[in-house]
């Protein structure tokens, strides 16, 4: 269900299921980027009440899907049941060795351990039996809650990407003042120097800078060679959901930049 408050809708769930002899089993929620909450609400009803019980969750919002199922349990209790019967015997049949003292002190102590496995089982088997006697007294109700606006951007994130080529004289020396301009507002992620077979230098060089510095930045580098090419595009890239939403904030990224030098 598509609901406009997580909160007021579980308050109102809350309180159709204690109408109706029934309760809230568990709740788990998550909180999306945006702030919305998309959770999850288990319901033990009687099955009585079912009916009345999803007739009134309709108003709490947009119905999406519902699905209605059973599921007969007869075979699996039988069969628990039997293993519990045959367990709860070979419990007698150890007891009985170790009332009689019968063999060696090894084999008691055994025979002991093997008594506390099966009392294991027999606590294990009894828990199964008693987790299936619970759906036949009450219905089992998942309701999976989304607030409205679930998908609205959180905000939006500017990326900017920029490729500039350059000629210079002295590609070592070029290299090294590019590499000079790092500082904590420009990180040098990746400078490579290469030299060909013929003694030719060319180098590559990427960064990131600040958004608030990086139109002086690539402006200064500029000046440190002759521009042979420059490009760069944008994207803006939703935070926290999809499409479009007018209050969300737009924030620019960090500008990669990718420099290649050569003579």
Known sequence: ??????????????????????YV??????????????????????????????????????LKNQTLATEDVTKAYVDTDARLRNSRLI?????????????????????????????????QLQGELKSMDMPVQFDTVTISLAEKDLETPAGFLLKEH????????????????????ASPTVQI???????????????????LIAPENAEAFIANVKTLGRVENYQSQSERVARGGQGLSP????ERDK?????TISQ
């Open 91 to 123: 419990e007698k049949r150890l007891i009985n060795l170790l009332e009689n003292n019968a063999g060696q002190v090894a084999d008691l102590l055994g025979v002991e351990k093997e008594l506390g496995r099966v009392r294991e089982q027999i606590e």
């Open 162 to 181: 920029a490729q500039l080529s350059l000629f210079a004289a002295d590609v070592e020396k070029t290299y090294s003042e590019i590499k000079a301009l």
């Open 1 to 22: 269900m598509e609901v406009n408050s997580f909160d007021e809708a579980l308050q109102t769930i809350t309180t159709l299921a204690s109408e109706r002899r029934g």
């Open 25 to 62: 089993a568990t709740t788990s929620s998550e909180k999306q980027e945006n702030g919305k909450l998309r959770a999850q609400v288990i319901i033990k009803i009687l099955p009585e009440n079912l009916d009345d019980f999803l007739g009134k969750l309709r108003n709490l919002g947009d």
């Open 255 to 259: 500008v990669e930049l990718n420099i």
């Open 189 to 207: 992620t990746n400078a490579t120097l290469d030299r060909d077979g013929s003694a030719r230098i060319s180098a590559r060089i990427s960064m």
């Open 247 to 250: 209050e969300a904030r737009m």
